[in-house]
Structures are given as structure tokens and as C-alpha cells.
């Protein structure tokens, strides 16, 4: 790893932020503290977000203000071998942002089909249950996308991540973290 | 650019690269170790789920097909360490069973070993990276050998509450072996049982090659090049020797490493698309390809993972990500052959479990979402716990990996991995949930679950199988290619049959043998 990289790294991981940029200058944060901030998106366009907050937060709940949105948008703006995406374990071909619009634009594109013209946010909570539901078994008909029961898990997993997978996660669930190396704001 | 030509050129310094580098530069040999990811240092290893992901690869420069595709990137490796970076260090040997499956059962293919040839490896690793264990308790199953050098690990709640289930179906436990250090050991720290290995221990009590034979490696010499991507073996004219390595440096620029000796210890995927993407007039179809298998019979393992929740607090985040308990009393090639199966089952139990990630215990219920999944996630946080039953599949031969149209940053094909499993292998799999959940519901545990889904992939063997000669293989038993006598390939890629067990151990201790051979008959091979 190069003297930049490396120091890019060292200094994410050692506060357990993701580098934002905010006003045009680099701030490490972490996507709870993005999402506070109101942090312009790099990558993601409003409609975009406002589907994959709806998406993460029926999918977790917590996950809207965790950071959900913020943190998918930061890794997807950045080189996929610098992501901590679950998608690169899911063997996703980069560039990530591609499955994210992809995966985004089915969900959209089958809840208006399903819901006379409403999108995925604009669902009552049972409705959006049921897409889910649906959707994790690829039973929608008429997807246009990767598969429903693959979108499905790589979204949870990136929900799962920000409420579950942080130090304030394992907190709220009264489980020690226990790290040897702590990311120390508890991201 | 050409560099001045060394003695020895390994490309992959992961488990089986390191091995070869500390070996040969200990034998007094200039070694070079290219390794296309990062330098990973013990402090990169940030005990985070997410954070875990940057030492794996990203994205696959491998193309995926087949009714099971090979899923590889959790468990393989990107940068120096490899997936041994990062892996479960469990340390389980392949059985005497494993070396004669075609002779015996008439399916599957012998090795040109066997055990006997590497149970003194199996212990001479033990002694080098240290392992903990109980030997003599494994000896139910195998021939005696040498004690492990250190105790077994400590137990915890999310293993023994299985103690009681096996029990009650007949199957017996002995303490699990892994590469991890009960005590300290050589210099290095005893476990702190934190549960984060897979994502790498930065504190060297798991044996990494960090702190294992990569770090001997450093200390005799060996030059680690690392964002040095290989794309092509060179050979002579003649096509009878290779003389180095072609690949791309950290800038991206070509360059040549000339060597004596060449040792691919990539993966078992990628060593064989360097040798197919290395073809001359002299190898058509790749290097030390004559029999046509250059590619072919890999094998993967699956497991069948059974789950269960206490009211208990178990505190299954505790422990290792090894298993505390494991068992070989159902590796008899023909344990559920009344279910139609065939082939060996490897038994573990008690591996720590953190929340998130690909075995979190958020995914232990994969069809949770919403407020039913934060209602499971309070009650399993401290009551969850699970084992697993790992299991081979037969090679075959249509399981391979071959060059694919598209082609990398580098102008190199990709590689097309095709896998599919057979009946044997999904008889196996469903044989092992039906035992799994019998185990589990005579645990007592509040609720017990399959974990099923689609059938997994684990681990990657095969490929650039060892056997008797070039008809029939490409390398013989220590690695080195029938038709290059200095151009050797290290790792599982070698492996006729997979076993059950993981194959970490096997792979240390084969490499091991592979490279003490080298050393020794250096006259006779070196280029």
C-alpha cells in the first residue's frame, strides 16, 4: 500500500469515520453524523436515496438514521477496493454503483407498476412489508433488475451494518465489542 | 523492465507462498514474493465486520457459472497474508481415507500419497506456527503423531450446550485443533477469545503468515513486492524451462523477474489461468498441460449449518471463530450412504458469532426484516449458536476454470470459474441437516433451525491436481510440474480430492513438504 493510501486508512479506521466531504472539504464522519449533517451525496441521486432510505429502514429499522443512505453513497464513490461494502463479498462486479442503481431503479420501478404509480417510499408500511416480502423471493413479476432475493440481501446487509454491525450497535443490544483494534467513535 | 534474475520467484504470498519463501531463503536462496494486493501490516486488522472486507478482493476479476457458482471472495485472499490472513485457523487434517478414494470407492481420484508421506508435515507445522489441540484425542480417528505443541483452547457456553446433543446421536467430540495459541508461544501472545479472527488478529496469537513463516521469510531476506500483479509465466525457447515471471508493478508498469525456480502459490484459480494465459507454440493449451486437466477437477466444500436459541446467555460472541469442538465420526466415505450420499462429513461446534457480516448472527435468520428482525436480533444477541457440517464433494472434471473473452486492466483474460455439485454432494448436504437437526433438538435449546439455502461454496481446491505422471496430472506430489522440472505450483490447487475438513493445515503442511523437496534437490531443478 503507497504512504497515501496507507495514511487514508489508517486514519478512517482509527476513528471509525468515512471521508465525507462537506462545504468541499474532507471530513471524516461517521454515516450517523453524515446523515445529521445533511451531508451532500457524491453518487446517488435524490430519488435514489429517498428509495434506499425507505428501502433500509423497512428493512432495519434504525437504519434511515444510522446512516444507511450516507454510507452506500460514500462506498460506492470510492475505489471498490477501498469499499467495505457487503456487495464485495457477494461477489457484485464493480463499479458498486452500478447494482445500486440497478437494484434501485427495480424496486422503483416495481412498486409503481404494483401500486398505481407510487414509489417504494410512498408506501404504508404493511405495503412495503409485503413488496419486501415478495421481492426476497423473487416473486415479483415483471422485475427489471439483479434478482429481487439478491437486492434484498445485499440491502439488508448494508442496513444490517450501520444499526448492528458498529460499536453503538452492539451497545444498544447490551453485547461487548471487545476489540483488538477499536474503531474508537464507535463506527 | 528486467530486474536482476533471483533464485527463486513466488507469486502470492499467501498460506503456501510464504511457506516456499521462508524455506528457500533459509536454504540460502534470493527469493522475490510478489503479491498483487497490499502489504498488510498486524495493525490494518480492525476488529469490524465491515472493516474485515478491505483485505479481501474486490469484485471478481473471476466470471461465475454453473448451477452452484463458486462464491469466493469471503474467503479468499488480496494481499500479503492471503485468505490465511484472515481465515477460520481451524487445523483439522485430512483422514487416510482422503488419499485412495478412487481405489476404495471406485469414484473421486487417489493421490500419488499418503497420509503416512504427510503426517510428519502435519507436525512439523504444529511445531512452527504453534497449534493447540489434543492430539491424543484424535487419535480415535488417526494414526498417532507428535502432541500438539500447546493445550487445547478454552471453552465457552455457545460450545459445550452442543456437548449434549452429539452425545445423544452417538457422535463423539475431542477439542478442536486450530492455529491459534492457548499460551504464548515463540514470542507471541496467547488468545484473548475477543471472537474477531475472521477478520484478522492484529495481536499474532492466531497464526497468520504475518507472524508465521512470511515473518521468517522477511527475517532471511526475502524481497516482498506487493501491488505486483503476475500475468504470465515466461518460458525458454525450447519450452522446457521457465525463466521468470512477466507482471505489472504498483505504477502499472511491465516488468520481468527472472528466476531459477518459478513457484505459483496464487489460488487455486488464479494459478491455473496464469499458466493457461502463459501458452507458447511449445504449450498450446497452457503450461504443463498435456493431459489436458490444467484447469480442471476443482472441488469445493459446502456445509450444512444448523442453528439453535437459548434462553440461556451464552454469550456466543465470545471465543474464536474456530470451532471448540470437532468431530470425524462421520469422515467414512459411506456414513450416509443409505441417504444416497457419498463422501466425508467434518463435524465442528462452537465457533464465536458476531452480528453482522456474512455470519453474523443477523443472517442466521435471512428472511427476518423489519421489526421482526430487531425482535430476533435482541433474543439471539446472547442465545445464539450454531455448528456446522462440512462436507466434500467427488472431483469433476467439468468443474473447472478456464480463460474467458474479457479481459483485465492488464489485457489479461479473466477467468471463467463453472461448478456445479452432483447428487452425491446434495444427498450429503441434506443428510447433514437432517443429523444437524437431530443434534440440535437434543440439546434442549428453545428453538433449533436448518440453515438452508442455496449450496454453498467453501474453500477452492483442484485445478492443478497432483498425480503420477503427466497423463493423468499436472504436478506431482510435491507440487512440481511434470513437464517444467523448475516451475512449481504450491496451495490447494494441488489437491486430487478436497476432504472435508478445512484445508489450511493441508496446505501448510504440503507446502512444506513441497518446499524442503526443492530445497534439497536444488541442483537437479533449479533453471
Known amino acids: 500500500m503507497d504512504p497515501i493510501e496507507r495514511r487514508v486508512f489508517n486514519q478512517g479506521a482509527l476513528i471509525g469515520a468515512l471521508a465525507f466531504v462537506v462545504g468541499g472539504v474532507e471530513t471524516m464522519l461517521t454515516p450517523r453524523e453524515a446523515e445529521a449533517q445533511n451531508v451532500p451525496l457524491r453518487t446517488l441521486k435524490p430519488e435514489e436515496a429517498k428509495t434506499l432510505a425507505a428501502m433500509g429502514e423497512a428493512l432495519v429499522p434504525g437504519a434511515r438514521q444510522a446512516g444507511v443512505v450516507q454510507f452506500v453513497d460514500q462506498q460506492i464513490s470510492i475505489a471498490p477496493e477501498e469499499a467495505l461494502l457487503e456487495a464485495r463479498i457477494m461477489n457484485v462486479r464493480p463499479p458498486y454503483a452500478n447494482f445500486y442503481r440497478a437494484a434501485l431503479g427495480a424496486i422503483e420501478g416495481a412498486s409503481k407498476e404494483r401500486h398505481g404509480g407510487r414509489g417504494f417510499a410512498e408506501l404504508n408500511p404493511a405495503e412495503q412489508h409485503d413488496f419486501i416480502d415478495a421481492m426476497r423471493q423473487n416473486k415479483i413479476e415483471g422485475w427489471k433488475g439483479p434478482a429481487g432475493g439478491f437486492v434484498y440481501a445485499a440491502l439488508r446487509a448494508d442496513s444490517v451494518d450501520v444499526v448492528y454491525g458498529t460499536m453503538d450497535g452492539y451497545a444498544a443490544l447490551g453485547v461487548p465489542y471487545m476489540p483488538h483494534i477499536a474503531p474508537t467513535r464507535s463506527w | 523492465m528486467a530486474n536482476e534474475k533471483v533464485d527463486v520467484v513466488i507469486v502470492g504470498a499467501g498460506a503456501s507462498g510464504s511457506v516456499y519463501a521462508a524455506v528457500m531463503a533459509r536454504a540460502g536462496k534470493k527469493v522475490v514474493l510478489l503479491e498483487t494486493g497490499p502489504d498488510w501490516q498486524l495493525s490494518d486488522l480492525i476488529s469490524s465486520d465491515f472493516w474485515g472486507r478491505r483485505v479481501k478482493p474486490a469484485g471478481p476479476p473471476f466470471l461465475l457459472e454453473g448451477k452452484n457458482p463458486y462464491g469466493y471472495v469471503y474467503q479468499a485472499g488480496w494481499g500479503v497474508g492471503g485468505a490465511a490472513l484472515h481465515y477460520f485457523a481451524n487445523f483439522p487434517r485430512l483422514m487416510p481415507n482422503d488419499f485412495k478414494v478412487k481405489s476404495e470407492h471406485g469414484k473421486g481420484l487417489d493421490w500419488p500419497i499418503n497420509y503416512s508421506d504427510v503426517a510428519p508435515f502435519y507436525d512439523k507445522v504444529a511445531r512452527d506456527v504453534g497449534v493447540s489441540g489434543d492430539a491424543k484425542a484424535e487419535e480415535i480417528w488417526r494414526p498417532a503423531g507428535e502432541p500438539y505443541p500447546l493445550p487445547p483452547m478454552k471453552t465457552f457456553r455457545g460450545g459445550e450446550v452442543w456437548k449434549k446433543g452429539f452425545e445423544a446421536v452417538g457422535i463423539r467430540l475431542a477439542p478442536a485443533a486450530v492455529g491459534m495459541l492457548s499460551a504464548p508461544y515463540k514470542g507471541r501472545p496467547a488468545c484473548i477469545y475477543d471472537g474477531w479472527c475472521h477478520v484478522g488478529c492484529p495481536i ?324
Do not use: C
Open chain 2, 204 to 527: 499474532g496469537a492466531l497464526a497468520n503468515p504475518l507472524v508465521t513463516y512470511l515473518a521468517d521469510a522477511r527475517k532471511a531476506g526475502v524481497e516482498v513486492r506487493a501491488h505486483s500483479t503476475a500475468t504470465r509465466v515466461l518460458t525458454n525457447a525450447q519450452g522446457d524451462k521457465a525463466i521468470g515471471v512477466e507482471y505489472y508493478d504498483a505504477n502499472k508498469e511491465k516488468q520481468v523477474q527472472e528466476a531459477s525456480v518459478v513457484v505459483l502459490a496464487a489460488w487455486s484459480a488464479q494459478n491455473p489461468r496464469l499458466m493457461l494465459n502463459s501458452a507458447t507454440d511449445r504449450h498450446r493449451n497452457g503450461l504443463a498441460n498435456a493431459s489436458g486437466l490444467l484447469g480442471k477437477y476443482l472441488t469445493a466444500h459446502f456445509g450444512s449449518g444448523t442453528s439453535a436459541l437459548f434462553d440461556e446467555d451464552i454469550q456466543p460472541y465470545m471465543g474464536t471463530i474456530g470451532a471448540q469442538y470437532f468431530s470425524y465420526d462421520r469422515y467414512d466415505k459411506n456414513a450416509h450412504k443409505a441417504k444416497g450420499a457419498f463422501g466425508s462429513t467434518f463435524l465442528v461446534a462452537g465457533a464465536a458469532v458476531k452480528f453482522s457480516g456474512i455470519g453474523g448472527v443477523a443472517n442466521a435468520r435471512g428472511d427476518l426484516f423489519g421489526p421482526e428482525l430487531a425482535a430476533f436480533m435482541k433474543r439471539a444477541a446472547r442465545g445464539y449458536t450454531r455448528i456446522n457440517a462440512f462436507a466434500e464433494e467427488m472431483p469433476l472434471i467439468e468443474n473447472r476454470v478456464e480463460l474467458a473473452s474479457d479481459k483485465d486492466e492488464f489485457g489479461m483474460p479473466l477467468g471463467r470459474i463453472t461448478h456445479s455439485y452432483n447428487e452425491d454432494a446434495v444427498a450429503l448436504f441434506n443428510a447433514n441437516f437432517e443429523e444437524g437437526l437431530a443434534i440440535a433438538k437434543a440439546t434442549g435449546a428453545k428453538e433449533v433451525w436448518s440453515n438452508r439455502g442455496a449450496m454453498p461454496t467453501i474453500h477452492l481446491m483442484g485445478g492443478t491436481i497432483m498425480g503420477t505422471s503427466a497423463t493423468n496430472s499436472v504436478t506431482n506430489s510435491y507440487g512440481q510440474t511434470h513437464e517444467i522440472a523448475n516451475l512449481w505450483v504450491a496451495g490447494p490447487g494441488i489437491f486430487p480430492t478436497s476432504g472435508a475438513p478445512n484445508p489450511t493445515y493441508t496446505i501448510f503442511a504440503l507446502s512444506l513438504r513441497g518446499a524442503e523437496h526443492l530445497a534439497e534437490n536444488w541442483g537437479s531443478v533449479a533453471g
